[in-house]
């Protein structure tokens, strides 16, 4: 079974500031990808990043970059540079392999907000 | 062009009633899936098709019923609503094979309130 774990339920970032969310997950499939998803107050699950398990690079994508550290079993999102705009709910989320099939488990998300 | 769409977008509704929320993708991905999303955000998957062929079923009451006609359509049939059921439901959808492995596409969400 899948386990996506994120501790922070709300944070707060100063405007043009970085920020990390965390995200833990357990699994036992040796093949997995981790995501992030972005869910703004509109309710639209937008797609940020992604993370193969034998990806030996962190992914980035602008200003998202996730910080991988297999061995902990750790996906952090780093978001540089905050805009207003970033303030929002973010979900981790892996997929794994049951039966064959891909299934994508959630954590219960963080919600984001940006102060001016 | 919306790659993943459900109707409708807000469903108000009495308890006990029977309601449907209908989803269609044209990316020609062949697994389509239904999610819940509860007051406190928390999203869980509830049932997947792959080819019209049910592979995912979640602990979900009976009174749901998901139905395939084909593979780019997944309906969502609630029978005998109940206050609980109130929710937001999303269709996504994703394909074998290809793109990043289990990559969801979602459409917009449907919000279901139970009076």
């Known amino acids: 079974a899948q386990k996506i774990t994120q501790t922070q339920p709300g944070m707060f970032v100063q405007e043009k500031e970085a920020v990390t969310l965390d995200c833990t997950y357990d699994?036992?499939?040796?093949?997995?990808?981790l995501f992030w998803y972005k869910q703004p107050s509109s309710g639209e699950m937008i797609f940020l990043i992604y993370?193969?398990?034998?990806?030996?690079q962190n992914a980035t994508e602008g200003r998202y970059s996730l910080n991988f550290q297999k061995a902990r079993k750790s996906a952090n999102l780093v978001i540089s540079a905050s805009q207003l705009g970033d303030s929002a709910m973010y979900f981790c989320?892996?997929?794994?392999?049951?039966?064959?099939?891909?299934?994508?488990?959630f954590g219960t998300g963080t919600k984001l907000q940006v102060i001016p | 062009d919306t790659a993943v769409s459900q109707t409708p977008k807000y469903l108000v509704t009495q308890m006990g009633n029977d309601k449907s929320i209908k989803c269609e993708q044209n990316?020609?991905?062949?697994?389509m899936y239904w999610y819940k999303q509860d007051s406190k955000k928390f999203l869980k998957i509830m049932f997947s098709?792959?080819?019209?062929?049910?592979?995912i079923n979640e602990t979900v009451p009976n009174r749901f019923s998901p139905k395939s006609p084909d593979k780019a359509h997944l309906n969502l049939h609630i029978n005998s609503l109940e206050l609980g059921d109130s929710a937001v439901y999303f269709c996504?959808?994703?394909?074998?094979?290809?793109?990043?492995?289990?990559?969801?596409?979602f459409g917009e969400g449907s919000r279901l309130t139970v009076l």
């Open positions: 996504a959808s994703s394909h074998r094979g290809q793109g990043r492995a289990g990559e969801l596409f």
């Open positions: 699994t036992s499939d040796p093949s997995y990808g």
């Open positions: 993370q193969g398990s034998y990806d030996q």
């Open positions: 989320a892996m997929s794994g392999a049951s039966g064959g099939y891909q299934k994508v488990t």
């Open positions: 990316l020609g991905h062949d697994t």
């Open positions: 098709y792959n080819n019209k062929e049910l592979i």
